[in-house]
């Protein structure tokens, strides 16, 4: 199965727990799209259409299912675009939310993106949603 990995690249913990849910994708068998590593990183508006295109053009390309890290004080904007977008396209998505709970973080995650997937607070209970795709 194709995974798409959604999530904040600001810090080196989000970019570090992008990666261990990489790992874990892949120990499980699945092949992965990590935009930061398969794109790269905008570094100008200039980079929009590149990234546009090689993200959710080429990246989405035969996504079964979505998982996003919402770790932190907001999603970030094109987080929560890819969650939107795989939702209108029927892709399932899941959260991963180690800081807090969804509840604790609800005025950061909104009620839209709290309704929309299920949300689980570890790897362990990430494994466990993916073996279940």
């Known amino acids: 199965m194709k995974i798409y990995l959604a999530g904040k690249l600001h810090t080196e ?6 990666q261990n849910v990489d790992s874990l994708c892949v120990k499980l068998g699945h092949t992965t799209f990590l935009p930061h590593r398969d794109v790269g990183i905008a570094q ?8 546009f295109e090689g993200d959710i053009t080429h990246g ?3 996504v079964q299912l ?11 904007a094109g987080t929560a675009w890819e969650l939107g977008y795989a939702y209108a ?5 899941l959260g991963l939310k180690t800081d807090e709970s969804p509840e604790d973080g609800f005025e950061y995650l909104s009620s839209i993106l709290i309704a929309s997937m299920p949300i689980v607070r570890s790897m362990q209970e990430l ?3 993916i073996n279940k795709h």
């Open 13 to 18: 913990h989000e970019k570090n727990l992008l």
């Open 127 to 129: 494994e466990a949603e």
């Open 60 to 62: 989405f390309k035969d």
């Open 89 to 93: 396209k029927g892709i399932p998505i």
């Open 66 to 76: 979505v998982i996003a890290v919402l770790d932190g004080f907001h999603v970030g």
């Open 44 to 51: 100008s508006a200039q980079d929009a259409q590149r990234i």
